[in-house]
């Protein structure tokens, strides 16, 4: 099997461009790069190692790239609310994320903005089984979004 990482980073931009319209933020696609990963990176210390498998399955190649850059497996984070969330993912964006993420209210409206962009790499069935791993007050991040 070849592989073509020109389609690969195809595949990429034109998602980055359309996610960065998404957020809302011009066309500032390396922080929307950020954004992506953090987010990512903070579902993945809260969901099973077993789930965070099934869901990089169903995405194409660049997404499965972010989300696996720097991962260790270790204990899951315990995440009660979306407060507690967005910390995690601010955590991960480093010292940029007092400008990425200004304030919860912006961090939640791109988290929203992440789950329905991605809807269109999860089926219905596996965003049911990742919002099931949810603690009860981080289901709507998912619950909200899942018709779209």
């Known amino acids: 099997m070849a592989l073509n990482f020109n389609k ?32 990512l990176h903070g579902l993945r210390d809260v969901v099973s190692t077993q789930e965070s498998l099934q869901l990089i399955a169903q995405f194409p190649m660049f997404l499965k790239a972010v989300y696996v850059n720097g991962w260790t497996l270790h204990k899951k984070e315990k995440i009660k609310n979306m407060t507690e969330f967005i910390d995690v993912v601010r955590a991960y964006d480093g010292v940029t994320s007092i400008h990425d993420f200004e304030s919860d209210e912006v961090a939640s409206n791109y988290i929203d903005t992440t789950f329905i962009l991605l809807r269109k790499y999860i089926s219905l069935g596996e965003l049911e089984d990742l919002r099931s791993e949810l603690p009860k007050e981080l289901k709507s991040m998912i619950y909200q979004n899942i018709m779209f």
């Open 8 to 39: 690969f980073a195809t595949e990429a931009n034109t998602f980055l461009k359309e996610y960065t319209k998404g957020l809302n933020i011009g066309d500032d696609t390396e922080k929307a790069g950020r954004i992506l990963s953090s987010i």
